[in-house]
């Protein structure tokens, strides 16, 4: 299985590029934005830990993180941000590669 990973800025058409290969070729696709909204629902691998490092005034009426509230807090506080990579980011790897390999 070949493994292509497509990067961008916010609008450099990365989910045209992927629905392409999607289309034409029936590639397996992943998006890695997606997951990490993934593992921040309730019962989502992330959900415990966002909530411990930001308190549980960031839980809305449907029990779902309130992204927003998190976005402001953590790009006017650097430190924040570093912390909720470290929690997002191993478990999106964790996620994808548990994917990629239930495919082959």
């Given at each position: 299985m070949k493994i292509i990973g497509i990067t961008g800025g916010v609008g450099a058409g990365k989910s045209t590029i992927l629905d392409y290969l999607s289309q034409k070729?029936?590639?397996?696709?992943?998006?890695?934005?997606?997951?990490?909204?993934?593992?921040?629902?309730?019962?989502?691998?992330?959900?415990?830990?966002?909530?411990?490092?930001?308190g549980r005034q960031?839980?809305?009426?449907?029990?779902?993180?309130?992204?927003?509230?998190?976005?402001?807090?953590?790009?006017?506080q650097p430190d924040m941000l570093e912390q909720l990579n470290g929690i997002i980011h191993p478990a999106v790897k964790r996620y994808i590669l548990r994917s990629l390999k239930e495919k082959e």
């Open positions: 070729y029936d590639a397996y696709v992943i998006q890695a934005d997606k997951i990490g909204h993934l593992v921040m629902e309730p019962g989502g691998l992330c959900y415990e830990h966002v909530i411990a490092l930001f960031i839980i809305k009426n449907d029990k779902t993180i309130d992204r927003k509230r998190v976005s402001d807090v953590v790009f006017g």
